[in-house]
């Protein structure tokens, strides 16, 4: 399986390239070939589409997942989004859930964060690929020299981001942001999921992430840009 390096005209790139030539990317392409040819299932079939969907020059908010989802249809390369017609899983409704509260926005009609990835918010997991039924079956396996260096990235770029840290894991990368020292905000809570969402020391839902992280882009002149308006016949 080679690795998928499809990212026309990204600002990305020289930091992917740099990655897949060290021995952490040629360690994983070998590793990635070696399970496909076992007939290992190998979810997303686009682990790269967050850094297509998001270059860094539009990143304005950055949201750190750990792991693909590792069911059939449900990883499409953005951490925590699933393709419409998907379910919700309980982390991504939990998310909702707490937009609702802050933001007084609806749920969407589905599962897809498409949209938030094209309005720079950039979804990324830790590692990249997964194996069917397996979670965290491709961790410590080179993917993470790779994500880490894109969040160093985005924190060494002076334009205004905020980093949604969610969960223990999201939140060992702070170092990572912090020493930049770009003055990025950084906001960590719990992780999303059930089983934490609502338990000290920071619930996820009352986090009010959303609202702190808009009022805050928006002072720097850094808000969502306005969808167009269509043009009159």
């Known amino acids: 399986m080679k690795l998928p390096l499809r990212l026309p005209s990204t600002d990305w790139l020289p930091v992917v390239e740099a990655w897949a030539a060290s021995p952490a990317g040629q360690r994983l392409e070998a590793f990635l070939e070696e399970r496909a040819a076992t007939g290992a299932t190998i979810y997303p079939p686009e682990p790269l589409r967050a850094l297509t969907l998001t270059p860094l020059s539009q990143t304005r908010v950055v949201i750190l997942g750990q792991d693909p989802y590792h069911g059939p249809g449900q990883a499409e390369g953005l951490s925590f989004s699933v393709p419409p017609g998907v379910p919700l899983p309980p982390s991504l409704r939990n998310i909702f859930k707490e937009i609702q509260r802050d933001l007084g926005k609806p749920f969407p ?125």
């Open 109 to 233: 009609p589905n599962g897809s964060l498409v949209r938030w990835a094209e309005g720079g918010t950039l979804l990324l997991n830790a590692v990249l690929t997964v194996e069917d039924g397996q979670p965290a079956s491709h961790a410590g396996q080179g993917w993470e020299a790779l994500t880490d260096a894109l969040i160093k990235a985005a924190a060494q770029d002076p334009a205004p981001k905020v980093f949604m840290l969610w969960g223990a894991y999201a939140q060992a990368k702070a170092p990572l942001i912090e020493a930049a020292g770009q003055g990025h905000l950084v906001l960590k809570a719990n992780h999303p999921s059930p089983l934490s969402a609502l338990k000290p020391p920071r619930p996820f839902i009352g986090c009010g992430h959303f609202s702190t992280a808009k009022a805050w882009l928006e002072e720097r002149g850094r808000g969502r840009p306005a969808a167009p308006k269509p043009q009159a016949d």
